[in-house]
């Protein structure tokens, strides 16, 4: 799971050039397990989860939009 992950995220940044880039993907996918496990088990909502994913994208990677 935690490949599949990774390869998400490679496809969406492009294959890592720098360590730093290796350092946001192996961040971003803590922060997914995290919050995944926080949902399975029930302490956090879907929109807590996806609230967590974005501000963690965003602080990661700044308001790109």
Do not use: N, Q
């Not at 492009?14 to 290796?22: I, L, N, S």
């Amino acid at each position: 799971t935690i490949l599949l992950v990774l390869g998400f995220i490679t496809v969406a940044i492009g294959e890592p050039t720098m360590p730093r880039d290796e350092l946001v993907g192996e961040v971003i996918e803590a922060v997914w397990l995290s919050a995944l496990v926080s949902w399975l088990s029930g302490v956090d909502s879907h929109a807590s989860v996806t609230r967590k994913l974005e501000d963690a994208t965003r602080l990661l990677f700044g308001d790109r939009g």
